[in-house]
């Protein structure tokens, strides 16, 4: 099966190099070449790493990477079985890539969107195939969390949904079923918390520090809050919260404005090197 990744940035570079060591071979799309040089660039030292550490031969360091091609040209995933679409999570940005792919691909070929709240249903529509378009909603980082959520839109026939299923567990993944609803399941639940969290800290309830270490040690969590919005990066917290805000129209997923800020200050997290915390 050949897998199209469209979008090589960090999920995108994720996705990619969990596929490679599951054996698929990878079509990795993005119009930015020095956004592809990095991807490639970032998988292969990965590999390098697990070779120097004895975790990979390093013959099969070789045919791993192998499995990866690197293309800018949209058209050149006209030969594969399924695409994910990794591009940022503008509504506007995925209809027209979900166009452009339904002109080149052949039939039969699903479409899929990585997006973690925006509509499947809308997505669908930009194309002439809505049968063959479904979430496949990966979790960051890719590689190492086992959840995926699989959403159908209105139109996505089961077969399909059972075929994106079929691939995540061939990725080493567990797939859940999701309505086509903001924010799907995992969303839904979780930004509600991490706003909470701003809020706390944007009215001085408590530090950053002491929220996180608050959720972490009383409910056994890996990270706090505030610590797991750096790592998914604020931009993309505050966008996933506004569609979960504009989706059901419910003040309690208004984002809290110190979020906004961030955001408009160009303050991240992890990505640019400053969010609640300094890296």
Same mark, same amino acid.
């Given at each position: 099966?050949?897998?199209?990744?469209?979008?090589?940035?960090? #999920?995108?570079? @994720?996705? /990619?190099? =969990?596929?490679?060591?599951?054996?698929?071979?990878?079509?990795?799309? %993005?119009? @930015?070449?020095?956004?592809?040089?990095?991807?490639?660039?970032?998988?292969?030292?990965?590999?390098?790493?697990?070779?120097?550490?004895?975790?990979?031969?390093? +013959?099969?360091?070789?045919?791993?990477? +192998?499995?990866?091609?690197?293309?800018?040209?949209?058209?050149?995933?006209?030969? /594969?079985?399924?695409?994910?679409?990794?591009?940022?999570?503008?509504?506007?940005?995925?209809?027209?890539? &979900?166009?452009?792919? %339904?002109?080149?691909?052949?039939?039969?070929?699903?479409?899929? +969107?990585?997006?973690?709240?925006?509509?499947?249903?809308?997505?669908?529509? $930009?194309?002439?195939?809505?049968?063959?378009?479904?979430?496949?909603?990966?979790?960051?980082?890719?590689?190492?969390?086992? =959840?995926?959520?699989?959403?159908?839109?209105?139109?996505?026939?089961?077969?399909?949904?059972?075929?994106?299923?079929?691939?995540?567990? +061939?990725?080493?993944?567990?797939?859940?079923?999701?309505?086509?609803?903001?924010? &799907?399941?995992?969303?839904?639940?979780?930004?509600?918390?991490?706003?909470?969290?701003?809020?706390?800290?944007?009215? *001085?309830?408590?530090? $950053?520090?002491?929220? @996180?270490?608050?959720?972490?040690?009383?409910?056994?969590?890996? #990270?706090?809050?505030?610590?797991?919005?750096?790592?998914? *990066?604020?931009?993309?917290?505050?966008?996933?919260?506004?569609? =979960?805000?504009?989706? &059901?129209?419910?003040?309690?997923?208004?984002?809290?404005?110190? =979020?906004?800020?961030?955001?408009? $200050?160009?303050?991240? *997290?992890?990505?640019?090197?400053?969010? &609640?915390?300094?890296?």
């Amino acid at each position: 099966m050949l897998l199209g990744i469209v979008g090589a940035g960090i #999920m995108g570079t @994720d996705i /990619a190099h =969990l596929a490679i060591e599951n054996n698929y071979d990878v079509i990795l799309h %993005d119009i @930015d070449e020095a956004q592809l040089k990095h991807a490639y660039e970032t998988i292969t030292g990965r590999l390098d790493r697990y070779v120097e550490e004895k975790r990979l031969e390093q +013959s099969k360091r070789g045919q791993i990477i +192998s499995r990866l091609k690197l293309h800018k040209n949209i058209k050149d995933l006209h030969k /594969a079985d399924i695409i994910i679409e990794c591009i940022p999570e503008d509504i506007e940005l995925k209809k027209n890539v &979900f166009k452009s792919l %339904d002109a080149v691909c052949k039939t039969g070929t699903i479409l899929a +969107s990585n997006t973690s709240s925006l509509p499947i249903t809308s997505i669908a529509a $930009a194309t002439k195939r809505p049968e063959y378009v479904v979430g496949i909603h990966f979790m960051n980082p890719a590689r190492a969390m086992r =959840l995926v959520e699989i959403v159908g839109g209105i139109a996505t026939t089961r077969e399909t949904i059972e075929s994106a299923k079929s691939f995540v567990k +061939s990725l080493g993944k567990t797939p859940v079923e999701s309505k086509d609803y903001p924010g &799907f399941v995992l969303n839904r639940i979780l930004m509600p918390m991490i706003n909470e969290a701003i809020f706390t800290l944007y009215e *001085g309830a408590a530090t $950053a520090e002491t929220i @996180d270490k608050t959720m972490k040690l009383g409910l056994n969590l890996p #990270m706090g809050p505030l610590q797991l919005a750096d790592l998914i *990066g604020l931009d993309v917290v505050l966008a996933i919260i506004e569609e =979960l805000y504009e989706g &059901f129209g419910d003040p309690k997923y208004r984002p809290c404005p110190l =979020l906004k800020k961030y955001v408009e $200050a160009g303050y991240l *997290g992890k990505k640019t090197g400053r969010g &609640f915390y300094s890296y």
